[in-house]
């Protein structure tokens, strides 16, 4: 998952940027624009919060809706980057490149899902990893016993073996959160993505939770075309709240789209909808599209039921 997404040949790293219209995802920024605004709220309503940071900005839309200045934008892929650039935003590639210590707030969109995950498998009584092979033309898969990082966080997590389940195991997120906290120790958190919480994870009807897209479709196996298609997975939000209550934070989870309806969501959209009644034409097309915007980022079926995680440092 590194080398297919991160590596120069990378699906981040190509020539395209991935994360709009003409890309092979869309997001809660790219689709509504509301999506910030409603963020910029939420952050008025908290004290006075500096030093703001987003991490995995893409093309920096949410920065921008945000509309707050001196956001700063932490963005791994060089394509992405070159955007925030021409945006004026300023731009890092790691959060080590960052000079500040310290930060009010850390944010981020979607980016837990393509942080990589390794896969364990329970057989036999014992827990494996599913590995890909270099082969001489191609790759496959293959089992290995699993690393101790890897069963340690299985442990820790509580997770009960069952052998009809691909298990995504998060230690690179752990690692993530450790090194951003070590680094700029954020007084408060704020993730968006799309997930579950274990104590659910029955409900989900599938083995395995990894999957691939390209050009706004599900896609095929990841070892299948590797650097073409976003591999992603259902984030495991209780395994991250635990995780953020042991480094110190206290942790409040919630859907997006109740986040969105606490600040102010509705004023937006009946405002929108006033103008709607009052225009013509091409202009009241317009407002349509953003109004049919709005209602997709708190659809229940679909963005709205993405996860919302606040952090807090006590
Ligand atoms: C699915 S895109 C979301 C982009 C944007 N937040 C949005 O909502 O449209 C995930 C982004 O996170 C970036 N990313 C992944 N891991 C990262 C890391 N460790 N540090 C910074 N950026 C990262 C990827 O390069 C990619 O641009």
């Known amino acids: 998952m ?5 590596s120069d040949l990378g699906f981040f790293n190509t020539d395209q940027v991935r994360s709009d219209k003409e890309g092979d995802f869309l997001t809660s920024p790219e689709v509504s624009k509301y999506f910030g605004k409603i963020i910029r709220n939420w952050i008025h309503s908290e004290s006075n919060l500096k030093n703001i940071i987003e991490i995995g900005s893409g ?4 920065i921008e809706q945000i509309g707050i200045k001196e956001i700063t934008a932490v963005e791994l892929s060089s394509t992405a980057r070159e955007e925030l650039i021409k945006k004026g935003i300023d731009t890092h590639a790691t959060i080590d490149e960052l000079t500040t210590k310290t930060s009010d707030l850390i944010f981020g969109n979607e980016i837990l899902d393509n942080i990589p995950c390794s896969i364990g498998l329970y057989k036999d009584e014992g827990w494996y990893e599913k590995v890909v092979l270099l082969e001489e033309n191609s790759l496959a898969y293959g089992l290995r016993p699993i690393r101790n990082k890897e069963l340690d966080w299985i442990n820790k997590n509580n997770i009960v073996p069952n052998e009809d389940y691909e298990f995504e195991i998060q230690v690179n997120i752990d690692k993530f959160l450790n090194s951003v906290i070590k680094k700029i120790n954020p007084g408060k958190i704020l993730l968006f993505d799309y997930g579950y919480e274990q104590k659910n994870r029955d409900k989900r009807m599938y083995s395995s939770l990894l999957r691939t897209y390209k050009n706004h479709h599900l896609s095929v ?3 299948d075309d590797p650097g073409n298609t976003d591999i992603t997975y259902d984030v495991n939000f209780s395994s991250i709240s635990s995780e953020l209550k042991y480094l110190g934070y206290d942790v409040t989870l919630k859907l997006q789209r109740d986040f969105l309806l606490d600040n102010g969501f509705n004023i937006f959209f009946d405002e929108l909808q006033e103008k709607y009644i009052a225009a013509e034409g091409i202009e009241k097309l317009k ?11 708190v659809d229940s079926n679909g963005l709205g039921g993405f996860y919302c995680l606040i952090a807090e440092k006590l």
Do not use: H, R, V, W
């Open 2 to 6: 590194e080398e297919a997404l991160y």
């Open 59 to 62: 093309t920096g839309s949410l």
């Open 221 to 223: 196996d990841p070892i």
């Open 287 to 297: 407002i349509n599209s953003e109004l049919n915007g709005m209602k997709a980022i």
